[in-house]
């Protein structure tokens, strides 16, 4: 048997190269075996001193990291790409020292229990991702003092917001796209994961938490769906149904929930959209008009079932509201830009059986999603929808042929004065 040659161990490899216990070149940005494979090459942070902290341990928003008996095989504590290779089901997370709750962390950690990314993923949710969504219309510090203890509090919650992080990040910074896109997808994957380790009924104490983790789901959703949508735009259809069903999921968490989460530390937040949209409601601009009796006349005609016709009317009804929000704001802030915390509204509020009969590719429910495109197409500005509206005109436009094209002429009027102006 041939005998295994020996070499000099590098303790400064990068960790693919550890892992496989192959020797590393080091070689930065990435080492020579790293390259050759088409792999993502991550080295570990240098280990500081460690130094105990005297900051004093006063709220549960503290963090800090626990002493190294907690399990390395959290992945959270690794670089994504381990998992992104092999897009198995990440290990549980329960061990995982950035997720321990705070009041039993330690300030004195050894360096193998940090990972510098996570902590520059946080930071660009904090000062980047939020505001790119508008959430409440500005995404300021009292806001984000509300936030944050909430998705320090709950491990999947914390995930999916790296998760959404890094995806944000994969589109602010193209020449490192794909290693971006790899880590959301990793994190997305354990944030489920912890998730389903964590389901259980909702209560006083986790009602927060689901509501803020089924919104920022959706979003992932609807950016994954976009990102993939370079490369297979035929698909995006399919897609976008499918983020409407997770987004959806919302409405589940505020059905069975609405009662504590107006007592929670995020009333706030769900008041002022409340608000936003009773005073929309007493508008009634031409815009909305318009749009709106063109549908209803649209299902009169339509050959469907009662139940069928009442959940496209309900959409129809919804879509209305989103309309009136837009006049609103229209009328309140002269600028341009508009303001896109309530675009989420309408995929909350749907019903499954509308969106079975978009799966179904029903006319008339495609009719419909189309006009809320027109309002996706408006905020395309915005990195999570980018082109979504102006792929779901043209999407559906192609799919339901000329006998129909009369109900689909506001949607194509407004993509094609985009491309005019």
């Not at 690794?78 to 997720?99: F, G, K, V, Y």
């Not at 299902?299 to 069928?308: I, Q, R, T, Y």
Request: proline share 5%.
């Amino acid at each position: 048997m041939a005998q295994r040659r020996t070499h000099r161990k590098s303790k400064l490899g990068c960790q693919d190269c550890k892992r496989r216990h192959i020797k590393c070149d080091e070689g930065r940005p990435s080492c020579v075996n790293c390259t050759t494979t088409e792999r993502q090459c991550v080295y570990a942070p240098p280990c500081p001193r460690r130094v105990r902290s005297t900051l004093p341990h006063t709220s549960t928003t503290d963090v800090g990291y626990t002493s190294a008996t907690t399990s390395p095989s959290s992945t959270l504590l690794l670089p994504a790409p381990e998992l992104a290779h092999s897009m198995s089901t990440p290990p549980s997370l329960a061990a995982s020292p950035l997720l321990t709750p705070a009041s039993s962390l330690q300030y004195s950690a050894p360096c193998s229990n940090l990972n510098i990314r996570h902590m520059e993923l946080l930071s660009n949710f904090m000062l980047e991702t939020a505001p790119s969504l508008n959430i409440v219309g500005m995404m300021d510090l009292g806001l984000m003092r509300t936030i944050m203890p909430v998705v320090l509090s709950a491990p999947y919650l914390l995930l999916q917001v790296l998760a959404l992080s890094a995806l944000h990040l994969s589109r602010t910074r193209p020449g490192q796209a794909g290693m971006y896109h790899a880590e959301a997808t990793s994190l997305q994957i354990e944030a489920l994961t912890s998730f389903d380790n964590h389901l259980e009924n909702i209560n006083g104490e986790n009602c927060e938490a689901m509501l803020i983790f089924a919104s920022f789901l959706g979003i992932h959703s609807l950016g994954e769906a976009v990102i993939t949508s370079k490369s297979d735009a035929d698909g995006f259809l399919d897609r976008f149904v499918t983020y409407l069903n997770l987004h959806r999921g919302v409405q589940t968490v505020t059905a069975e929930a609405w009662a504590l989460l107006l007592r929670s530390n995020i009333s706030p937040m769900l008041h002022q959209a409340s608000n936003q949209l009773n005073a929309a409601a007493s508008h009634a601009p031409e815009r909305a008009t318009s749009v709106t009796d063109k549908l209803n006349r649209l299902l009169d005609d339509g050959d469907m079932s009662a139940e069928n016709k009442m959940a496209c009317r309900n959409a129809v009804s919804r879509l209305k509201m989103m309309y009136q929000v837009e006049y609103l704001e229209d009328q309140s802030v002269k600028t341009q830009q508009h303001s896109s915390e309530l675009i989420w509204a309408w995929p909350i509020l749907l019903s499954g059986i509308y969106t079975d009969q978009l799966q179904r590719r029903q006319p008339e429910a495609l009719i419909i999603l189309c006009h809320y495109a027109v309002l996706l197409h408006e905020r395309r500005s915005m990195w999570c929808v980018d082109n979504a509206g102006r792929m779901l005109i043209e999407s559906v436009t192609k799919s339901l042929g000329s006998y129909w094209r009369q109900w689909l002429d506001l949607p194509n009027e407004v993509i094609m004065n985009t491309f005019m102006s």
